[in-house]
């Protein structure tokens, strides 16, 4: 099986990942059928916390994990980090990865996503598509990296975790900056003390 999630469609609120890396539980692994579609579907259902349970039963019970089952646990808790930072879906060959993002007038970190994924080394490139809601439209980045085998899945899918994460942030805290510098009645341009916001971004986001 080489695409992610074999096909399943999945609930709107994770991040469909697909890619060339093979994902699943081999019949060489879990050899009865049903225990086996079991041990599917608990990683596909399971949080972060709960995969890290899973992963320590499997060994007790089926001894070392092989390599397609821990794609699978990591397709599984980037499909949720990732859903958390606006990422719709990311597909992954092995010379060129598309990823793409969720975004409208008042939301748009895509930009900001492909700049801090330059910055780590990666070439991308960004563009978009029209969606049939007039205020939002699906932002797309090309991101131009080797992905070979696990580790280098697993890097890309946490790099672009991390730059979505701090472009989200960085969102949160000029969008309390312009708030804050529009209720002082303060221009653009004009100075003003920055560590007044401190207090109401700490209660939104913790780093």
Known sequence: M????KGKTFEDSLTRIVTEI?????????????????????????????????KIELKDVYGPIPEPVEVLMLIAE???KLAEVDIQTISI????STI??????RVDISERVMTGLNNM??????????????????????LFATCTNMTELSFILADLYQSALKSNHDA????????????LGIKKGELYNENDIAFNY??????
């Open 78 to 80: 980037y499909s949720r």
């Open 22 to 54: 093979k994902a699943g539980v081999p019949s060489s692994y879990i050899v009865d059928t049903a225990n086996r579609f079991s041990v599917y579907h608990q990683i596909l259902n399971a949080d972060v916390n709960e995969l890290k349970n899973i």
């Open 100 to 105: 793409k993002m969720l975004s409208s007038e």
């Open 93 to 96: 060959t092995r010379a060129v």
């Open 121 to 142: 080394g990666y070439e991308s490139a960004l563009g978009s598509e029209v969606s049939n809601n007039r205020d939002d439209s699906a932002k797309k980045i090309k």
């Open 202 to 207: 700490q209660h939104i986001v913790s780093f």
């Open 2 to 5: 080489a695409s992610g999630y």
């Open 172 to 183: 949160i805290r000029e969008k309390l900056k312009s708030q804050h510098r529009d209720e």
